[in-house]
């Protein structure tokens, strides 16, 4: 097996590579709308209880889905037990390859999954590409780490006795995925989940089912047997089903806080008959500050915090919320953001060059704008805009400054192009100000002392940290991705150790003395 | 003329302008900035903190926050000199950073200096009337900070307009100097201004070139008038691949416009570093050809200075990088541009900009050997890097210009970074010419 590279970005600023991602939206455009079934085993029950449309152009539907029942989760599950034997039996090796099958089965049609994304999920062609390019290294990574993992870890060995450790998987796992990264972050909780020799069900959001169509499909194609993956496309109702589930021993979920807190919670109890501690494996929200120090050049942070705060509209769990400069800097930044923030493009994810798409669905715009309303009630909105193209559920980029210290809008996750700035002392102050939020996925420093860098490093509860650069753009293998505090489980997506959360560590130790002699 | 004859020929060359170098004697000061910068390129890591530490200059906010910078910095380089230990130690109290300081503020305030000959246009205006009486011409490049606005894009476009107003007066009633002012193509102004398209808008946008060249197109087209209604020549600068489109499908529709059939003379960039640069090259000839303009098309052909940045982002996106690799394939692409550039004449007015002698000698034979005088080439050099060279280049009789930044510190730092990583990297040229390789060796073919 090669080495694991993440797989390369179309290389957008070549007037080719824009053209191939066109033709592969206008081969999509006609197929549409998508017809997603409930899939279990070679089941395919179509429905359109469930309709996925276009962000920019609510007229369009990109799919229909049938929405499972709760008898409808029972098979899937079954099915699921049924696999596990099959599935984990065979080798690391054999999963693996059908793993990167699945990534080459992608790889084939990136320029159609990528337009698939632009039109479900108003993810701007860049941002497409990055989520399908995403959904190929999970594959190609965790193949390779469950083969890696099946070797064992070494332990100490004395004459006499032979110890030896292995991770074995713990059953079916359910996937619980969202729609802001809609190939790429069910792709990774279910390649992981498979990986490891867990048969899986996956229920995406029900905003983005045509993607998770595709994850299954993709998978199934490589050669994973029908019943060890379904899809189950749903409201909020078959994901609940799917955790309380007896035998369902592992949940991967990547979604909002209130809903993973309700995860854990369900999964806490022990289900009639149940023989396992459920796992939950919880990414959540989060409140993701940027810390600018006097000593930042802004020339580099304006357009970091810009990209971070903004691109795809701020719908990034990793997205800047909040800026915390200092003071001695504090007007020239905020003048030179809001005037950067007034020349992003806003407009349709289709169109080379758009910077903030139309957010995922009216219930989105709508809370986006209630917060703006409070900011301008509230605060000072230094940069905002008359006016956003229609249709769509545009929502206008804004930075807000001189909030109350209790504004919800500093403590709330929003989930949308609305970024805060406030003033600080200096970088302690900030890192108090960090230190009192709940969440701590992401976070941001512009600071060129590198004992303040040290400082920063030393006091940061965020999972991933980034300096001087923007504060989105994990590439897995690299930035091993997660968040801590009520952030999430405290899970790396991505890294070394993500798939022992899908496995149970069992140690075997044999005696090797017969007759006093060592044999 | 044989492969062999022409490589004698760039040899002889080659040492007539190395025999006219200023010696170090005479520059004690130039001397020492060498010594510098020689002892920098030997330490990684103490060229990493240096180079840091210039950097921040700028935004420290007092002589105390400098010395914590360079402390902070020097502590990250393992192997520490004595005059780093020293330095390590005056950090250490409140009088020893305030010495240290305002001692290493006025060591980057010098060597700014050194690359950068003024505030304003109007401030340089010695610089510039000293440069012209010893026989070099100049473009004049405004620094400035990144335009993210556009409100800063605009106040950019006024700097430069302005600057075309100064420069008019600062060539105004100097001597005749017949090799910096004319060709057998025709006249050339004195004033010359190279500017930016990159701050001339804050949307360049690799994915997108349509739409920089929207937002930047006006403010271009307002500057060309300028340059045209004060018989400038304007320059329009390249920088990284990701805006190259955007830029050379702009200055090209912008000089079609019929507005521009007449005036100004202006010009672009080619970057030999770039693999497809034969192919813009045989674009941008086949353009000038075509236009019909009263004066031909400047085409500075450079190396390029944006290589480290071109490597980095093509791995960390996993691309073929655009540019070469090896720098001796960049020197050959170089030359076969350079030949390329001198047949495309009376289209264009092939300039060009290399610190190389080996570069800047071949051009000269090459243009020799097609039996066109002396002054139908133009080379180019960078303040404070080519110095020496623009000497001995003028001396000969040559055309040579020089481009000046022009800029205060917060703005230069950037620029000054740039030119000191090229001037200590153990490829460059002015790095092993310091070293003491033989002529024979810098003349080599690449």
Not at chain 1, 287 to 297: E, F, G, H, S, T
Request: contains cysteine; proline residues 6%.
């Amino acid at each position: 097996m090669s080495d694991f590279v993440n797989e390369p970005l179309f290389e957008l600023r070549r007037a080719p590579e824009r053209e191939t991602l066109l033709a592969g939206l206008r081969a999509l455009d006609p197929e549409l709308p998508l017809d997603v079934p409930v899939w279990v085993g070679t089941e395919r029950r179509s429905g359109d209880a469930i309709v996925s449309t276009d962000p920019g152009n609510p007229e369009r539907v990109v799919a229909n889905a049938a929405a499972a029942t709760e008898a409808e989760v029972d098979q899937a599950v079954e099915a699921a037990v049924r696999a596990f034997g099959a599935w984990s039996s065979r080798s690391a090796s054999q999963r693996a390859d059908i793993l990167m099958r699945a990534a080459a089965w992608m790889r084939e049609r990136r320029p159609r999954l990528t337009a698939l994304a632009v039109r479900e999920c108003a993810k701007p062609w860049g941002e497409a590409d990055g989520d399908i390019c995403e959904a190929i290294d999970f594959l190609e990574f965790y193949a390779r780490g469950a083969v890696a993992l099946d070797r064992g870890p070494q332990l100490f060995q004395v004459p006499g006795e032979r110890n030896e450790m292995r991770y074995t998987p713990r059953g079916v796992v359910a996937v619980i995925s969202p729609w802001n990264f809609p190939v790429a972050i069910p792709t990774g909780m279910v390649a992981a989940g498979l990986a490891t020799g867990n048969t899986v069900v996956l229920k995406p959001a029900e905003q983005a089912p045509g993607c998770g169509l595709m994850v299954v499909t993709a998978l199934r194609e490589a050669g994973v047997p029908p019943d060890a993956l379904a899809l189950l496309p749903g409201e909020g109702d078959v994901g609940a089903a799917l955790v309380r589930h007896r035998d369902v021993q592992t949940i991967a979920f990547t979604g909002s806080g209130p809903v993973g807190l309700e995860i854990l919670r369900t999964a806490a109890d022990v289900p009639t008959g149940g023989r396992h501690l459920k796992r939950v494996v919880a990414e959540m929200g989060g409140k993701n500050c940027i810390i600018v120090d006097a000593d930042a050049d802004l020339d580099d942070a304006v357009p970091s915090i810009v990209t971070s705060g903004f691109l795809y509209a701020g719908q990034k769990c990793s997205a800047a919320a909040r800026v915390l400069v200092h003071e001695a800097i504090a007007d020239a930044l905020v003048e030179r953001l809001a005037g950067a923030v007034e020349v992003l493009q806003v407009g349709q994810a289709d169109a080379f060059g758009t910077d903030v798409p139309p957010v995922i669905e009216q219930a989105a715009q709508e809370r986006v704008e209630r917060y703006a309303r409070l900011a301008r009630e509230s605060g000072r909105v230094a940069a905002d805009r008359d006016g956003v193209p229609a249709p769509g559920w545009f929502v206008a980029p804004r930075v807000v400054t001189g909030l109350p210290a209790d504004s919800p809008i500093l403590h709330e996750e929003i989930f949308g192009p609305l970024l805060a700035v406030d003033r600080v002392r200096d970088v302690d102050d900030a890192c108090d100000r960090v230190d009192q939020l709940p969440f701590a996925l992401t976070g941001g420093l512009f600071a060129r002392n590198p004992h303040t860098v040290e400082r920063v490093v030393r006091r940061t509860p965020v999972g991933n940290l980034y300096v001087n650069r923007p504060i989105t753009g994990a590439m897995v293998g690299r930035q091993p991705f997660g968040g801590n505090r009520l952030s999430g489980t405290g899970t790396k997506a991505g890294g070394p150790d993500y798939l022992l959360h899908f496995v149970e560590p069992k140690v075997v130790t044999e005696n090797t003395v017969r007759h006093g002699l060592v044999i | 003329m044989a492969a062999g004859a022409i490589d004698d020929e760039i040899l002889a060359v080659g040492r007539d302008v190395a025999a006219r170098f200023p010696s170090a004697a005479r520059r004690p000061l130039k001397a020492l900035d060498d010594k510098a910068m020689d002892l920098a390129s030997q330490d990684d890591q103490l060229r990493a903190a240096l180079f840091r530490f210039v950097d921040v200059v700028p935004a420290c906010r007092s002589l105390d926050d400098l010395a914590r910078h360079l402390s902070g910095f020097l502590d990250e380089v393992p192997e520490k000199s004595q005059p780093l230990e020293v330095a390590m130690r005056m950090s250490n109290t409140k009088a020893g950073r305030t010495a240290l300081g305002a001692a290493s503020a006025a060591g980057v305030r010098h060597m700014a200096h050194r690359f950068i000959v003024g505030e304003t246009p109007r401030e340089a205006t010695k610089v510039l009337q000293e440069l012209w009486r010893t026989g070099a011409a100049s473009s004049v490049d405004l620094l400035g900070e990144a335009t993210v606005t556009s409100a800063e894009a605009d106040r950019y476009a006024q700097r430069c307009a302005q600057a075309l107003d100064e420069l008019a007066h600062v060539y105004d009633g100097l001597p005749g100097r017949a090799q910096l002012e004319r060709d057998s193509m025709g006249a050339l102004p004195r004033a010359n201004l190279s500017v930016k398209v990159s701050a001339l808008t804050p949307l360049l946008r690799p994915d997108a070139p349509e739409i920089g060249k929207r937002d930047a197109g006006p403010r271009l087209r307002e500057l060309l008038r300028r340059a045209k209604q004060r018989g400038a020549h304007l320059h329009i600068d390249m920088e990284s691949f990701d805006s190259r489109e955007a830029i050379t499908d702009l200055v090209l529709e912008l000089l079609s416009e019929p507005e521009f059939a007449d005036g100004p003379s202006a010009g672009l960039v080619l970057q030999a570093y770039l693999r497809d640069s034969p192919a813009l090259c045989d674009r941008i000839t086949a353009w000038a050809a075509r236009a019909a303009r009263d004066s031909p098309l400047t085409v500075r052909l450079v190396k390029g200075a944006y290589w480290d940045h071109e490597i980095v982002e093509a791995r960390q996106h996993g691309w073929d990088a655009p540019v070469f690799e090896v720098k001796a394939d960049s020197d050959r692409n170089f030359e076969d541009l350079t030949v390329r550039l001198l047949e495309a004449r009376p289209h264009v007015r092939p300039a060009i900009a290399s610190h190389n002698l080996r570069s800047v000698a071949h051009a000269i034979a090459q243009n020799r050997r097609l039996g066109a005088p002396d002054e139908d080439l133009e080379l180019q050099v960078l303040r404070g890097l080519g110095d020496d060279l623009q000497h001995a280049l003028a001396a000969l009789g040559l055309r040579v210009r020089t481009y000046c930044p022009v800029g205060d510190l917060v703005a230069g730092m950037a620029y000054l970074v740039r030119r000191l990583l090229e001037n200590t990297s153990n490829e460059s040229f002015l790095h092993e010419q310091a070293r003491g390789v033989p002529l024979e060796t810098l003349l080599a073919a690449p």
